[in-house]
């Protein structure tokens, strides 16, 4: 049978694909796109973009398609045969990337072609396309002395080597840990369907009583619910201390973490630049550390003050009402849920028996109709897993793109939530490729027969990763290098994404997607009401708790000494304490170990880059004050005239020019902070 991943015909065969055709497939796509280049640098014609751009993108397309789908089954299904089959190929196609990257060859084609008179005819986009490769050429050591690449693409091979281990030994130490409750007194305060997924958990290994573990669904109900304070200290510290030394030697990320940085450090040495965080910022719209170490100053001077408050209320509450003094750290989910029902009379759980799965997916569905006039149509096509979805986005009866989505947690899925792309929309001989993406999520299943229950905050993370799936699936670019989130500033991503979330929070939105799990009834309004009054509970808490995360990791990728090898973790850990002594208002044990599960630095795309969610944030709250405007007095910010332009200014136009002039032309003004600090209830009344 021919080998699966080789079919580009249309969608994933993730019903025939197996471990073993990762090698096979992989290697001869490498190889094809080796020959290619071969050719092509071998070619005495000058470079155009008909006889060179083209068919160098369509042939690294393949090659990008089925990687991806072998990188998205590690992901979604990481048991050994999986985690096998993509480790052993990722040093072939790192090795592969930085080969390419390094080619002098092909960069001086590129630079031929910036110096023909071609490239001044060529429309805006693809003379910005051309810009981005020799910008990331030169990035990938294309210019370096012959003598220093093969070091470079060892670093490389390396990197994504040691970013795979990261995510890997997180994931194992997360599924190593489980809580046996035998006494059913542990459970009080517990929720029934946490208490009866803990039941099912236990069952399904044939033993007694309850099972909890470190999986998001399971431990943030006992975190917030649980009386017993034995219980919820013995999950935060099996939680904090995950892939540390404080566990199994061979899930410790903290080596790891040391080697990561150094080889950063050693890259960026090697480019010329004095910091890896001057590397990443070379492709964003900040332009250096300093301005960004500035703007995360400035939102903290202006958080830090609320966040106190906040604090000095919890704490108080906690010793008059708890007898919880002092307040431990296990204590502040606990503390604050029970602060939160105290002063606005409701509890998460309670809202949660409101949003059912399948009333939820009809809510989001229904604001993207309103918004851009597109229908989303269920569809079957061949999954990793029975509990995922497949639908189709279609406008006026023509096919705009299709989308995965996989809600549940499991045990053989990393944790968080992500959007991932399948497939991009560009034009060829053959006409316009459609988008697919992967919408992933690690929110409770069902559980006793009934539908999967959401939190608020699970809905706001659906919208969210929705946000960055319109963005990709919604573009009308038809050239694949900044197409959909292609070539998007990284600090700009975030802003469709963050915009989103802004509609949970809208009452025409939520009432038309809640029905109670029991009795279908739709949320009260009363309660909504309680809702948007807590809405910025603990905000500053939280805006500092995310700053702390930025500002700790700009300063570690610009400013810790990585230069003389790996790093020891007691340095990381006393910047971090650094940074928490300026910014922070919570202090955890010594014994806390948060950087040993930083993925998003260590393991993603966000290293010396984590700022980018408060960059955005800034565009986004500021982009939907634009819905805001135009809706004020109609009872309802869905217009749709709003909501073309947005799609327009912004989605439609992917990486085609700069994020910030796609702002501007959305909104007619650069971006103002006014909006996040509204949102964030941050105005001095």
């Not at 992901?75 to 790192?94: F, G, H, I, K």
């Not at 619910?225 to 030697?249: F, I, N, V």
């Not at 989308?403 to 990393?414: C, P, S």
């Amino acid at each position: 049978m021919p080998n699966p991943l080789l079919d580009f015909t249309s969608l994933p065969r993730f019903d025939e694909i197996r471990p073993e055709h990762v090698a096979p497939a992989i290697r001869q796509l490498i190889d094809e796109e080796r020959a290619l280049i071969t050719a092509l640098v071998a070619d005495t014609a000058p470079p155009t973009w008909a006889n060179f751009v083209t068919p160098l993108t369509e042939e690294g397309e393949r090659l990008g398609r089925a990687w991806g789908v072998v990188g998205h089954l590690h992901s979604v299904m990481d048991v050994p045969e999986w985690r096998e089959a993509y480790n052993a190929l990722l040093p072939e196609v790192s090795s592969f990337y930085a080969e390419v990257g390094q080619n002098l060859e092909l960069f001086e084609k590129y630079r031929q072609l910036f110096n023909s008179a071609e490239y001044d005819q060529l429309p805006p986009v693809r003379r910005r396309i051309i810009d981005h490769e020799l910008r990331d050429f030169r990035l990938s050591g294309a210019e370096l002395p012959d003598a220093d690449k093969p070091r470079f693409k060892a670093i490389q091979e390396e990197m994504s080597a040691l970013a795979a281990k990261f995510s890997e030994n997180l994931l194992d130490a997360t599924n190593a840990h489980a809580e046996w409750i035998t006494d059913e007194a542990e459970l009080a305060g517990l929720p029934a369907d946490a208490i009866d997924a803990a039941r099912a958990a236990a069952e399904r290994e044939g033993k007694p009583g309850w099972k909890f573990t470190l999986q998001m669904p399971s431990y943030l109900p006992v975190m917030q619910y649980a009386d017993s304070q034995a219980l919820r200290a013995r999950m935060y510290r099996a939680y904090a201390t995950r892939a540390s030394e404080q566990g199994k030697a061979e899930l410790d990320n903290g080596p790891l973490i040391g080697r990561i940085l150094a080889l950063r450090a050693e890259e960026a040495k090697m480019l010329g630049y004095g910091s890896y965080a001057e590397v990443s910022l070379v492709a964003k719209m900040a332009e250096s550390p300093a301005q960004v170490l500035g703007f995360l100053r400035e939102l903290a001077a202006k958080a830090k003050p609320f966040a106190e408050q906040d604090l000095a209320a919890l704490k108080e509450f906690a010793r008059a009402e708890l007898g919880l003094d002092p307040l431990q750290p296990w204590d502040i989910a606990y503390a604050s849920e029970k602060l939160r029902q105290a002063r606005y009379a409701f509890s998460e759980q309670e809202v949660k028996q409101y949003f059912p799965e399948p009333k939820v997916l009809e809510g989001l569905f229904g604001v993207i109709r309103s918004l851009y006039g597109v229908d989303i149509v269920a569809e079957e096509a061949p999954k990793w897993d029975p509990s995922a979805h497949f639908f189709r986005i279609e406008k006026a009866g023509e096919t705009v793109g299709h989308f995965y989505l996989d809600l549940h947690a499991r045990e053989t899925k990393r944790g968080g939530a992500w959007m991932d792309s399948a497939r991009s929309r560009y034009s060829n001989m053959r006409g316009v490729q459609t988008p697919v993406a992967y919408l992933v999520c690690n929110f409770p299943g069902p559980v006793g027969g009934k539908p999967a229950t959401f939190t608020h905050d699970d809905v706001l993370t659906l919208f969210h990763e929705c946000g960055h799936g319109l963005h990709h699936l919604l573009t009308r670019v038809d050239d694949l290098a900044v197409s959909g989130i292609h070539g998007v500033e990284w600090d700009a991503v975030e802003l469709p994404s963050q915009f989103m979330e802004n509609f949970c929070w809208e009452w025409d939105v939520l009432s038309g997607m809640t029905a109670h799990v029991d009795t279908g009834a739709p949320l009260p309004r009363e309660l909504f009401d309680k809702m948007i009054a807590a809405k910025n509970f603990q905000g500053g808490m939280q805006m500092v708790r995310q700053l702390e995360f930025s500002m700790f990791d700009l300063r570690l990728h610009s400013e810790l000494d990585a230069s003389a090898g790996p790093v020891p973790v007691e340095q990381v850990m006393a910047l971090l304490d650094e940074v928490r002594r300026e910014v922070a208002v919570m202090f955890p044990p010594a014994w806390h170990r948060f950087p040993h599960s930083f993925s998003h630095i260590f393991a993603g795309g966000y290293a010396a880059g984590y700022y980018s969610y408060k960059w955005a944030e800034v565009l986004s709250a500021d982009a939907f004050a634009a819905f805001e405007e135009a809706g004020a007095g109609k009872g309802t910010l869905l217009d749709r005239d709003t909501g073309e332009r947005f799609w327009r200014e912004i989605l439609a136009v992917g990486g085609s020019r700069p994020a910030l002039d796609s702002f501007k032309a959305f909104r007619g003004r650069e971006p103002r902070v006014d909006a996040l600090l509204r949102h964030n209830g941050m105005v001095e009344a």
